[in-house]
């Protein structure tokens, strides 16, 4: 009996990479699958934080699909490593700060890396790519760069879209055959949809305009503030997860203040209390507030005085909050709510 051949699917948890994925593994290869974790990816996360959308289920998609498909998922936390690609792409960004190409490449090496040492045994990867469906990673032009720069050259295997690109290795070899491998194109979602429910799946992820944060035109707006004011294109975990939550307001370059919208995004500021000075009204409802940078006394008055506009007292004399700074220290604040035509349009990030 011929040997089973092994792949690593990379699977991000929306529909194509979880199709990818069952096509293969209808040809009796087994399968299982690799998510790297970035920091950016768009997952339950802000979900489980607004109550506003608590009635929403919460998962990991990644997670889920793996669940739906029978296979075992691989989930690598990248977070240092993903910074370089953010950084520095050698090809650029997309629409937004969307590396799609370099982030590609990344992963697709990554995941060389990672399932063809030795413990793992992998003989190619699969990718749940579809020919002209992205305007960056997915084009004929930039398919191929993606197999030869991340090295895998023709062990990278994308059952969508394989009849459009030269047969690969495990194509030749007759790991699998190509003849019951598609030829998706475009963004037309039909073709998979089809496949979803031959398949039998009901159920799927639709991230809007892309698997991560990276794409989305107001979180990458948040995300270049906080490097001009910074003077550095650097971050960590905390602040790329704080730019998924709140209204980011920058009154100075040296400060900004983040206001929670509804209770849950509240209560995930609150756990923030250690790092940044922080603001909770006491006299009236409003939201919390955290404040990002090196703001002076005047500044965190100035900060509450434009909470006091996004809180019940906007139109009552005064509003008292309560001041904490991050050792613990707390001090009561009286101030009166900027009004509306106070608060300058380009503070909004
Ligand atoms: S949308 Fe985000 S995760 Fe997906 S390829 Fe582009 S940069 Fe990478």
């Known amino acids: 009996m011929a040997e089973q051949k092994r792949a690593v699917a990379l699977i991000s948890g929306g529909l194509d990479s979880m199709l990818a994925a069952k096509v293969v593994m209808e040809q009796g290869v087994h399968v299982e699958g690799v998510n790297f974790y970035t920091g950016f990816c768009v997952e339950g996360h802000t979900h489980a934080i607004r109550r506003a959308k608590r009635d929403r289920e919460k998962r990991n998609n990644a997670l889920w699909v793996a669940e739906q498909l029978g296979i075992k998922l691989h989930i690598v936390d990248v977070i240092e490593e993903y910074k370089d690609v953010l950084l520095n792409p050698k090809h650029g960004y997309g629409a937004n700060v969307n590396p799609c190409l370099d982030c590609k490449i990344f992963m697709v090496k990554k ?16 990718t749940g790519e579809v020919m002209g ?19 895998v050259e023709d ?6 879209c394989a009849k459009h690109l030269p047969p690969t290795l495990p194509e030749r070899e007759g790991w699998v055959d ?33 698997c991560c944060f ?12 906080l490097w001009e004011a910074r003077g550095t294109r650097d971050y960590e975990l ?27 995004e509240n209560r995930y500021l609150e756990g923030y209390r250690n790092t940044f000075v922080s603001l909770k009204p006491t006299s009236h409802n409003g939201p919390f507030g955290v404040i990002d940078g090196n703001p002076s006394p005047d500044d965190i008055e100035f900060a509450a005085r434009i909470l006091g506009r996004y809180s019940q007292a906007r139109n009552a004399p ?20 900027l009004s509306a035509d106070e608060i300058a349009e380009d503070w909004h990030v």
């Open 111 to 126: 995941a060389e890396t990672w399932s063809f040492m030795e413990d793992n045994n992998f003989d190619f990867i699969v």
């Open 133 to 151: 469906q992205r305007p960056m990673s997915q084009r004929k032009e930039t398919m191929p760069i993606i197999a030869r720069e991340s090295g």
């Open 155 to 160: 062990r990278l295997l994308r059952p969508l």
């Open 178 to 210: 190509r003849e019951a491998l598609y030829d998706f194109h475009g963004r037309n979602r039909k073709p998979q949809i089809a496949l979803a429910r031959r398949y039998g799946f009901t159920d799927w992820a639709q991230p809007a305009g892309g």
């Open 214 to 225: 990276l794409t989305n035109p107001d979180y990458a707006k948040k995300l270049r503030d």
């Open 238 to 264: 905390d602040d790329i997860m704080l730019l998924k939550v709140g209204r980011h307001l920058r009154p100075a370059s040296h400060y900004k203040l983040i206001l929670g919208r509804e209770e849950g």
């Open 318 to 337: 005064n509003l008292t909050l309560e001041v904490r700074l991050p050792d613990g220290t707390i001090n009561p604040l009286t101030v009166r709510a």
